[in-house]
């Protein structure tokens, strides 16, 4: 699937199967495949999910467009911080961003892409319905995916979290299965009365945000901090470490393909193919979910799905040295 999106963005068989080859030697991706959970099924329908999405700049079928917006329903319930992509997703339609290079004066007339942008929101809220009306049959309550928001920015956000990793407050016990109920007691105690699941979120969503405020200057490092994380070499381990899993793993122990190797040449294939619509395209998926990140906190299987996006990117750059280097352009290789 990174193959079509990297071949579709570059115009280029090569592109597409450096992307691809990313892809396949990245470290991080290989450890979470074989993980039991959903992290890898994250990575699989975020990729399609852009395939889909930029195939709509060619195929002005709104069944093109239907088709991204379901994907991109499947992937926020994968993923929850892929909501993102529903709004912004809908807007470039409106926009008419989402056209090839070669359709630059073929913009379509507004009502149309208003109506491809109503049918790519359709669709996704459709598919995150599901999950909607399974919550709402379940505890009465209007919860859209899940009930975790607030724990989550107050985990990445109290004030004994300095640097934005997993750092559990002082009542929180660092297990799954006692997770909710740790919040619920500690929350109750505070309060004096009991909460539903909504208003448990709610009200550690404003405590995140009371100890953020209280302590601007803290909050600014972490954040800092946080983006060093989520671009750093090094995963930051959730229940299982690479590292660990890697001394019985020749494969992750090699020094094949981690973010780091990943990072420059993708911010190159960025600066060289900035012209292309595309380019900005893909560049932007990244940067609108590396920022989803931040307010959270850094874990490595929370980060690694960026690995769709900037092995497109990456191609890019590296095709970008060929020609350079084949043109002995001494400036360009300079720069």
Known sequence: VVAQVAGRVWSSRAAAVLAALAVALFIPAIHYEGQPEKTALSIVLIALALALFLRTGTNRDLRAVLSAGLVTGLAVLARGNALIFVPAGAMALGLGWE?????VGEL?????RLRRAGVYLAASLSIIGFATAHNYAASREFVLTTTNLGINLYIGNHDGNEYG?????PFLQPDTRTEQSNFREEAERRTGHSMHDAELSRYWRDQAWEAVTADPGLAIRRTLHKLQLALNDHDVPDSEDIALVAEWSPILRSPVLRMGGLLPLALLGVVAGWRRRQVRVVAAVAGLYLA???????????R????VPMAVLAAGGVLWLVQVGRARDRV????
Not at 108 to 112: A, C
Not at 292 to 302: D, K, N, Q, Y
């Open 332 to 335: 360009a290789l300079t720069w």
């Open 108 to 112: 379509l007339p507004r009502p149309q």
């Open 99 to 103: 056209r090839d290079d070669q359709d």
């Open 292 to 302: 989803t990140l931040l307010p959270f906190f850094i874990m490595g299987r929370l």
């Open 165 to 169: 990793y997993y750092s559990e407050p």
């Open 304 to 307: 690694v799905q960026l690995v």
